[in-house]
Nanobody
Framework: QVQLVESGGGLVQPGGSLKLSCRAS????????MSWSRQAPGKGREFVAR????????DYADSVKGRFTISRDNAESTVYLQMNHLTPEDTAVYLC???????WGQGTQVIVSS
């Protein structure tokens, strides 16, 4: 089955960290660029970060640059999003995306609150 499954979301205090995972199955993960997006309550979907198929190039939204890190493990067919120094403005559903296949995961909820 072709799918992306995210995990790792939850409730965290401001200033805290979380690491999201997205495991791919059903396609050749190693030749796909991957990205993370997020959707906050009442807002549209927002690009967060992307990574090339070989992991050599990454790109970030200005709002997360310096705080978030995208990485991947092609042997595990998994892409990660390490999120540090979280603020309430980072509260959203985080979605994994394989743009080349126009494939989205179901999302994982991140809530940043004291």
């Amino acid at each position: 089955q072709v799918q992306l499954v995210e995990s790792g979301g939850g409730l965290v205090q401001p200033g805290g960290s979380l690491k999201l995972s997205c495991r791919a199955s059903g396609f050749n993960f190693y030749d796909q660029g991957m990205s993370w997006s997020r959707q906050a309550p009442g807002k549209g979907r927002e690009f967060v970060a992307r990574i090339t198929d070989n992991g050599f190039y990454t790109d970030y939204a200005d709002s997360v640059k310096g705080r978030f890190t995208i990485s991947r493990d092609n042997a595990e067919s998994t892409v990660y999003l390490q999120m540090n120094h979280l603020t309430p403005e980072d509260t959203a559903v985080y979605l994994c995306h394989a743009p080349g296949r126009d494939l989205w995961g179901q999302g994982t909820q991140v809530i940043v609150s004291s």
